[in-house]
């Protein structure tokens, strides 16, 4: 993973410096309010553009961190609530481009495919294809795993309830 800094946008380089990462888990990020006035402006300038190939060409020395945090925040902050960074995200775990699939691994908030199952599967791909990503994909792997086992636990109390429902009309 990239880890140096450098971005050729002074936009760009003051969003990410208001971008604070936990150096332990870099998914736990700080940033103060300052960052998302700077996010409006971005958008504001770049929406009706190529705005992620910019972000991408313009933090080539920039943290993967950082710059798939900047991307979860155009998410909530675009006119298409971030449907233009979810392909994305889905056309980059496609391709050979490592530092693309460790930023669309940086994006948080939002899993990378909608299809839990196809999202597991896909990243144990890419963790065999490029070992360096290991630690993104295991950590999106195990989120996953922790949202289907809730889903069908989910399910199941409801299964549940609705047979005590009946046993209960049986036995009245």
Known sequence: MNFTQGS?????AQIYSCIQLNPQNPF??????AVFDLVDEFIQAHEDTDYIQYIIDNSAGENTHKVGCLLSILIWSTKDNGEKIQRWRGL???NENQRAIEIALCITDVFPMADLNACINKLKEIALKFPQTEPLCDYWIDLAQKELLRN???????FKEKIAAAFKKWLA
């Open 8 to 12: 050729s946008s002074p936009q760009l």
């Open 28 to 33: 736990e990020r700080d940033f103060d309010e």
């Open 92 to 94: 980059s775990l496609d």
């Open 152 to 158: 069908a636990g989910i399910r199941n109390r409801g």
